[in-house]
């Protein structure tokens, strides 16, 4: 079985400060994670995923996270945060094959204070 | 390359009728995905399929939701005598065969039931 926990609903930064988006996951196989954002009234655009190759997974729009599996944890950071950044994200943790579903978390809102 | 293509975007039910979405998958994507958006719950699975086989239905309800994928045109999201609890936006997402860990969103359906 697998979950995602995703902290808190809602996130606020000032414009050009750090956006940190926490993301903690559980899994019985080894897991491929994903960041995606969702602006209203819209799909789903992926900002990244991790495959197990490079812990540190670059994204889209100077997106990036890290997989630290000794804390489950794939935190989303970006060092100075846009305006157009305010949306919703969510992390998801899939498997292979016939398990390749993805399990979301909650989402977390960010917000970007001019 | 045209995206995932989701119809209708926004469609009205009254109790008890049938709704069904409509998804066409990237071109070359052999995987679809149906997840389905409910307020307060965020995102969940409902069904996967390959062409003309249902590979996991494990989040679909055990009545009135059906889901195939044929050999010719879009999968079909089916779902019988609509309640109001049936009101969410229904995402489709694809992949390529040989590689259904990267999936790709479409721009949902919201279905409404009044």
């Known amino acids: 079985a697998q979950s995602v926990t995703q902290l808190g609903s809602h996130v606020s930064v000032s414009e050009g400060a750090l956006v940190l988006l926490r993301c903690n996951y559980s899994s019985s196989v080894p897991p491929y994670l994903f960041w995606y954002v969702q602006y209203p009234n819209q799909g789903l655009q992926l900002l990244l995923k991790?495959?197990?190759?490079?812990?540190l997974v670059k994204g889209i729009n100077g997106f990036e996270a890290e997989f630290k599996k000794s804390e489950t944890s794939f935190h989303l950071t970006k060092p100075s945060a846009h305006m157009s950044d305010a949306a919703e994200y969510f992390c998801a943790v899939s498997g292979s094959g016939a398990n390749s579903k993805l399990t979301f978390g909650k989402g977390i809102t960010l917000s970007v204070r001019p | 390359n045209a995206g995932v293509m989701q119809n209708p975007r926004h469609l009205v039910r009254r109790r008890g009728q049938e709704a069904r979405l409509r998804c066409s998958p990237m071109k070359g994507h052999s995987h679809v995905y149906w997840y389905r958006q409910l307020p307060e719950e965020g995102l969940k699975f409902m069904v996967y399929?390959?062409?003309?086989?249902?590979?996991?239905e494990s989040g679909m309800p055990k009545e009135r939701f059906s889901a195939e994928f044929p050999k010719e045109g879009p999968s079909i999201l089916r779902i019988q005598q609509v309640v109001r609890g049936d009101s969410a936006a229904y995402f489709c997402?694809?992949?390529?065969?040989?590689?259904?860990?990267?999936?790709?969103f479409g721009p949902g359906t919201r279905l409404t039931v009044l």
């Open positions: 991790y495959t197990s190759a490079a812990t």
């Open positions: 997402a694809s992949s390529p065969p040989a590689n259904n860990n990267e999936q790709f």
């Open positions: 399929l390959q062409k003309e086989n249902i590979i996991d």
